[in-house]
């Protein structure tokens, strides 16, 4: 029991560690995407956004993809679909030989667990303001829970 209460303070841990904003929306049987504003508003800032996801551990796949929709602040528009390993053992298996990476970080329960990825990193953006970005993941990517992202600042040098 006070494993599992460990595990799951481990996993909102990850999910708010950013000091720039986190969101996360729980995904139903008919609902397979969200949207996050994300404040890049601060030009003495430099951006990095992660994407969140929990999985089920007895009926996660290997892989995600994700449809990937991005608005900038004036209306502009841009998409892209990527495709990130999420299978438990896989991912905690790299992470164990290469603890260097920290591009994927991991926490898990005895349920479920989370995975973050970084999206992008070392982001100063065109235009300054809110962001609209959205996921949709296939309606057929079982033992999928929810999504999120996370968003982290850095001061730029020298402002």
Do not use: Q
């Not at 006070?2 to 008919?30: P, R, T």
């Not at 994300?38 to 007895?58: E, H, N, P, Q």
């Not at 608005?71 to 502009?76: A, E, F, K, L, T």
């Not at 260097?100 to 970080?105: L, T």
């Amino acid at each position: 029991m006070k494993a599992g209460i460990i595990a799951v303070c481990c996993c909102l841990l990850m999910l708010s560690c950013s000091d720039g904003g986190s969101s996360f929306a729980v995904l139903s049987d008919d609902s397979t995407s969200a949207s996050f504003v994300l404040d890049m508003s601060d030009s003495s800032k430099i951006y990095y956004i992660d994407i969140v996801s929990r999985f089920d551990k007895g009926h996660s796949p290997e892989h995600v993809t994700f449809s990937i929709g991005l608005v900038s602040p004036s209306g502009r528009s841009a998409a892209e679909s990527i495709t990130l390993p999420c299978g438990y053992r896989s991912v905690k298996s790299h992470l164990d030989s290469h603890p260097e990476d920290n591009r994927i970080r991991l926490a898990g329960s005895p349920g479920y667990y989370d995975i973050a990825w970084r999206y992008r990193d070392n982001i100063s953006p065109s235009e300054k303001g809110l962001w609209k970005l959205s996921l949709t993941v296939p309606d057929t990517t079982e033992g999928l829970i929810g999504i999120g992202i996370d968003i982290h600042t850095i001061p730029v040098a020298g402002r």
